[in-house]
């Protein structure tokens, strides 16, 4: 049995959006349609593990409901109530294109429960890293208001409860969707023991968050670190940014954990981000994540995954990234990989806005643990 774990629960695929124009209500105006955030990129994901007997090389862990307690640690009261409420009647929104359907609250709670009990597993020695193939994501969900198809804020969550422990003082969080993880970046703004890395297309969602200047307050001043990307970066830009910055600040901060806010919505066929990632490229990253892991943490390294809008390719990005962790092989060919080009290498410009990243944070982090 592999040492990587795998979290996955059926009850995922029932958190309903309804429909939309892609992400817009539609309020009678258009033709309804799908809502992007649906169930058939990560079902699908499900599906090509199970067909390829994937599945069965990694360790099942089985998710729980989150307490109350564990979700106000980063969300008010007040919201979670609200949440709640609508959730026991029609739905409703969580706040800023955060639709849900009845009974989406429980279904969140275990999505949340559903990480922590994959690093539970980590820290108490069952599994060295894991996969938490959760929905509804969270990454973008604020202490009183859900955005960006997120309710409760599963890393950020998780990360105050790993924190509990005796033996983890530091946790790094890395985040590669797309867009800017904003709300594990507030959670965690003026707090030196968590840092939260970045990496999103520049200016996409949410608007006006995620530059570099921002950079934490207070007592997390330099703990975070955010790389927004010029749209159209490919594997090089990645690649680059994470030589450049994100493995010598995790070297740096010298976690006891990483986390991964695990976003596929940077590949190049995804409907709502301009990058051009491939499979190999989030295998890439990944790898070298465990590198650091087990460098640094004792391989604790745990991946949720967040975002990803194309049905069609997730399934070979996360598998990818499973492989990597597990240093298992699935099977799996991925038959878009032939579309690398040069065009997948670091520009003059992404270049230029990835230097501008490190020049802005690495020494201003340096300087704060020194």
Known sequence: MSSTGFVWHEKYMWHDTGNALGVLPV????????????????????????????????????PFSASVEQICRVHTPEYVEHIKQLSADKGGNAGESAPFGPGSYEIALLATGGVIAAGNAILNGDIRNAYALVRPCGHHAEANQGRGFCIFSNVAIATKEFLL??????????????????????????????????????????????AISDQGEGDGEGFNINIPLPPGCGGGAYKEAFASIVIPALNLFKPDMILVANGLDASTWDPLGHMMLLSNHYRHMAAELVKAANAL???????????????GYVPFCGIAIMEALSGEKSGVMD???????????VQEN?????????????VLLNNKLQ
């Open 27 to 62: 309020s009678g105006d258009f033709q309804p349609w799908i809502h992007f955030e649906n169930p058939d990129t990560k079902r699908r994901l499900k599906n090509l593990m199970d067909a390829y007997g994937f599945t069965d090389k990694l360790k099942t862990i089985e």
């Open 165 to 210: 422990r005796d033996n983890i003082n530091k946790i790094a969080v890395v985040d590669w969707d797309v867009h800017h993880g904003n709300g594990t970046e507030s959670a965690f703004y003026d707090e030196p023991s968590v840092l939260t890395i970045s990496l999103h297309e520049d200016s996409l969602y949410p608007y006006n968050t995620g």
């Open 297 to 311: 943490c004792d391989g604790r390294l745990l991946v949720c995954h967040e975002g990803g809008y194309s049905a």
């Open 335 to 345: 038959p878009f990989a032939r579309y690398e080009n040069h065009w997948h290498e």
């Open 350 to 362: 992404q270049q230029t806005a990835i230097d501008a990243a490190k020049e802005a944070s690495m």
